[in-house]
């Protein structure tokens, strides 16, 4: 048998190459089974690795490369990376799940255009093991046949048997599950998704039955259709006759020896890097506009785990044979070694003693790259350039398979078996694992609003629920942060438009006054949204004796007088006049029914000279339109309704200190500028514990809080607020240009659930932003800060950001408004001339119109 197979070898065709394609008996959940053996397929989560510390990826990679040498030791194991496009149609489907208020049908239309525009792939990982064989290809083709001649043929599988394999396969997963790559069985819809993809027909999957099995003429309709192979690609055919797709198998002959990890040695996951140039365009498809666009091979690798007593005795003979080569050299009158053959012998040696120490062992794989196009020929062949350009410059050697493509697509197919044997890598679990074929870029939520896109190494779709922290019991504040104008402010209002259609009660503080375009916005797609004004109007709206009650009462004694503080005029301060503030306090809630509007008349009417001066002065600053709020005497105006909406609260003459501004020389109307923010807060607070908001998802929105971070009064109030919010079930938005003071409210960071970094360009800054996304803070990641902000050509980029998500994962990411008319109702400067000067779409004239 051995001669056989090396004369066939010799001849260029070892292995199965003749065997008939599988003969798919069985689908079911994570099962997948021939005529001649069964496999278990998984799906695998994408790691995030962008942005990843390099002692985390170390770790991880340590985790996968023993994953493989403990759990798949010895297994017949086939990965795929396959892509799909994204159906952006299936949003439409979720809407009705998602968004329950407004014109929330034309809300998602404009969104589902923009994907559509967009054309984003989907990246799929799945890895099938063999777990059992149940008959050689000859036995299978001789009991078909004879059954097919008595009329008795049958491609059902017995009950026990799949209870078998369905027991195999989920033990295998269970193991599987630990790892890096968190594998779950594949649904069956996937597996048959999977086979029926290659013929690149437009069908409609079949459903499995009662069983969840899909079998017999629901599993022979996806087999349907014919291939044509060429030298260099195979034809699909499809039901007309006409060409599909054009698709060619490309093999990886050779690696470099080292490969160096991130960098080229990441030859798996650099697949979604890889682009060309169209040299066509399409009646209806490709955007003239667009010069690059992504080629999406799909890998398919067969490989199996030596097991390291194996592992080690190829090994150490191929040891052997460079020794014996190097001993023969030197008996010769030459008496040289070739240096080849010498540094086999070492490296062998070294291989051996590092397997015999540590959990290492050697992978045999096959590497295929699918390669696609429904297109034309040439567009096949312009992608087959990008790729073997691509990977020459990693040092890697990719070639078309000549004569052999339907040998080797047949190969790819899931349930098949190795039938070109010649072109295999004898490597580490640790090389293989360095490929990370689960590394990319993953971020956001499973569910909810798609609020933009993902700009990393994978592309994808990113969402975000801003009330989904509420709902799972989870931290319920989202903080934005960075420095301004880079696309904040929009990008938090396009969130708070998805919250008000899920229905939510939506109230934002606007203390900088660019968000009346919220209201807008939202009156423009049938929202119950509204801008309302503070003033003198609403004089005690905003007590905090009125707002703070119940178990919160206790704590107003503080507040009040804090607050009051910091509206009183410095030079009274200087002179201790807090002293009689507080005891004002003392002796107003004593009494029963306080007020802050007491608390002063109880100031003017003392004897004390300090405490009836700072009366005065505090009793003229309650007349004012940005003191009546907070300090008058209640008109009986009520502010904001308690009703599901948005509600854009803004503060005419507003004057808020900058991060950096010393608080001894903020000026009067600064002072009451941060007091008012301060009732603010607590007021919508109040509004969200009222008991007629009860069952409804609430959010408070609040911008600019360096204001309040920079005083040890508006910190503590801050933390106290996010704590409430999470009791009350109310998300917190918040938005900052100061991440340097932020990191030090521990018990503010602990209620964040998300964070958006966007550009920040002081190294302090920039370190306190990377503590916070849970970067590793150093060099790397301050110039990774400073760049997330510009394109290419270093012109402003606004709504790029890095995300981090409630599983602190982090990745770069492009908040997207889907129209210019939205983004022009959302413009955040005063005059609009060019509704493209401040859009956030990575391209300003593709906005979905």
Same mark, same amino acid.
């Given at each position: ?101 407004g014109a929330f049908e034309e809300w998602v239309d404009q969104r589902v255009i923009r994907l559509e525009s967009l054309a984003l792939s989907t990246r799929h990982l799945l890895l099938g093991v063999r777990i059992q064989d149940r008959a050689s290809h000859a036995e299978a083709r001789g009991r078909s046949g004879l059954q097919n001649a008595l009329g008795l043929g049958s491609a059902s599988v017995p009950q026990r048997e799949l209870a ?252 098949d078996k190795l039938r070109v044997p010649d072109l295999s890598h004898i490597r580490t679990v640790s090389a293989l694992a360095g490929s990370w074929f689960w590394g990319g870029a993953s971020v956001g939520d499973d569910t909810g609003p798609v609020i933009g896109y993902l700009t990393g190494s994978t592309p994808g779709v990113v969402r975000n629920d801003l009330t989904g922290g509420s709902a799972r019991g989870d931290a319920t504040t ?32 606007d203390f900088k006054g660019d968000m009346g375009g919220l209201a807008a916005a939202g009156q423009r797609f049938g929202l119950n949204a509204h801008l309302v004004e503070t003033g003198s109007q609403y004089a005690g709206v905003a007590d905090l004796f009125a707002l703070l009650t119940g178990e919160s009462a206790e704590r107003a004694k503080t507040e009040v007088p804090a607050q009051l503080g910091i509206a009183l005029p410095q030079h ?45 002065? &505090?009793? =003229?600053?309650?007349? /004012?339109?940005? +003191? ?9 105006? $009520? #502010?904001? @309704? ?105 018990? &503010?960071? =602990?209620?964040?659930? /998300?964070?958006? +970094? ?9 370190? $306190? #932003?990377? @503590? ?78």
């Amino acid at each position: 048998m051995k001669l056989v197979k090396a004369v066939g070898r010799f001849l260029g065709v070892a292995g199965d190459r003749s065997a008939p394609p599988p003969q798919y008996v069985a689908l079911a959940d994570g099962l997948l089974v021939t005529e001649t053996h069964a496999e278990a397929w998984y799906v695998l989560s994408s790691s995030n690795t962008d942005l990843m510390s390099e002692a985390a990826r170390d770790a991880e990679h340590d985790q996968a490369a023993s994953a493989l040498a403990r759990i798949l030791a010895g297994q017949e194991c086939h990965l795929r990376v396959l892509w799909s496009p994204l159906n952006a149609e299936d949003y439409r489907h979720e809407a009705h799940g998602l968004f329950s208020s407004g014109a929330f049908e034309e809300w998602v239309d404009q969104r589902v255009i923009r994907l559509e525009s967009l054309a984003l792939s989907t990246r799929h990982l799945l890895l099938g093991v063999r777990i059992q064989d149940r008959a050689s290809h000859a036995e299978a083709r001789g009991r078909s046949g004879l059954q097919n001649a008595l009329g008795l043929g049958s491609a059902s599988v017995p009950q026990r048997e799949l209870a078998r394999l369905d027991a195999l396969a989920r033990r295998l997963g269970r193991r599987l599950e630990t790892t890096p790559w968190k594998a779950q069985p594949a649904p069956v819809e996937m597996l048959a998704w999977m086979i029926a993809r290659e013929q690149h027909r437009a069908m409609t999957l079949p459903t499995p039955d009662s069983a969840g099995v899909i079998s017999g003429a629901k599993l022979a309709q996806l087999t349907r259709g014919r291939v044509v192979p060429y030298p260099d690609h195979v034809r699909v055919i499809d039901a007309h006759g006409e060409v599909a797709a054009w698709t060619s198998v490309l093999t990886m002959d050779g690696f470099p020896e080292e490969m160096h990890s991130p960098g080229p040695g990441e030859w798996l996951r650099v697949i979604s890097e890889i682009t060309y140039v169209p040299e066509e365009v399409d009646e209806d498809g490709v955007d003239p506009d667009v010069h690059e666009l992504p080629v999406n091979p799909e890998p398919s690798l067969r490989f199996k785990v030596l097991h390291r007593r194996d592992a080690l005795k190829d090994v150490n003979e191929l040891r052997k044979l460079a020794k014996e080569q190097r001993q023969s050299a030197a008996k010769h009158s030459a008496g040289e070694t070739a240096q080849e053959i010498e540094e086999t012998e070492t490296t062998m040696e070294d291989l051996a003693r590092d397997m015999k120490r540590e959990d290492v062992t050697l992978v045999e794989d096959h590497p295929r790259l699918v390669v696609s196009s429904d297109v034309s020929l040439d567009d096949l062949r312009s992608k087959i350039d990008a790729v073997i350009t691509y990977y020459g410059g990693l040092g890697i050697e990719v070639s078309v398979a000549t004569e052999e493509q339907k040998e080797l697509w047949l190969e790819t197919l899931p349930g098949d078996k190795l039938r070109v044997p010649d072109l295999s890598h004898i490597r580490t679990v640790s090389a293989l694992a360095g490929s990370w074929f689960w590394g990319g870029a993953s971020v956001g939520d499973d569910t909810g609003p798609v609020i933009g896109y993902l700009t990393g190494s994978t592309p994808g779709v990113v969402r975000n629920d801003l009330t989904g922290g509420s709902a799972r019991g989870d931290a319920t504040t989202t903080a934005f942060i960075g420095r301004s104008g880079r696309g904040k402010t929009t990008a938090m209002m396009m969130s708070l438009l998805d919250a008000a259609f899920r229905g939510s009660f939506v109230l934002a503080l606007d203390f900088k006054g660019d968000m009346g375009g919220l209201a807008a916005a939202g009156q423009r797609f049938g929202l119950n949204a509204h801008l309302v004004e503070t003033g003198s109007q609403y004089a005690g709206v905003a007590d905090l004796f009125a707002l703070l009650t119940g178990e919160s009462a206790e704590r107003a004694k503080t507040e009040v007088p804090a607050q009051l503080g910091i509206a009183l005029p410095q030079h009274l301060r200087m002179r201790g006049a807090e002293t009689p503030i507080q005891s004002a306090v003392n002796q107003i809630v004593a009494a029963g029914n306080p007020a802050t509007w007491k608390v002063i008349e109880h100031l003017r009417a003392s004897t004390d000279d300090l405490a009836r001066e700072a009366g005065d002065a &505090l009793h =003229e600053l309650a007349q /004012t339109d940005l +003191g009546a709020p907070f300090m008058g005497k209640p008109s009986g105006a $009520a #502010l904001i @309704a308690a009703e599901p909406g948005i509600w854009v609260v803004q503060i005419p003459g507003i004057t808020l200190p900058g991060p950096d501004d010393d608080r001894d020389d903020w000026s009067v109307h600064q002072r009451l500028s941060v007091a008012l923010v301060h009732s603010m807060l607590a007021f919508g607070i109040s509004m969200a514990g009222r008991k007629d908001l009860r069952g409804l998802r609430k959010v408070i929105a609040v911008p600019e809080v360096h204001v309040l971070t920079a005083t040890r009064e508006g910190a503590s109030f801050l933390q106290y607020i996010a704590r409430v919010g999470r009791a009350l079930q109310t998300a917190l938005v918040i938005d900052t240009q100061d991440p340097e003071s932020l990191v030090k409210l521990v018990g &503010l960071v =602990e209620q964040i659930t /998300t964070m958006f +970094g966007f550009q920040l360009t002081t190294e302090a800054q920039q370190d $306190a #932003l990377a @503590a916070l996304l849970d970067l590793p803070v150093g060099p790397h990641t301050r110039k990774f800060i400073q760049q997330v902000g510009v394109d290419v050509t270093q012109e402003i980029r606004h709504g790029h950001c890095i995300m981090r998500d409630r599983r602190f994962s982090s990745a770069t990411v492009q908040f997207d408004v889907p129209s210019a008319e939205l983004l022009k109702l959302l413009s955040t400067t005063p005059v609009v001339d060019d509704p493209a000067g401040t859009d956030l779409t990575k391209k300003p004239l593709e906005v979905g119109v």
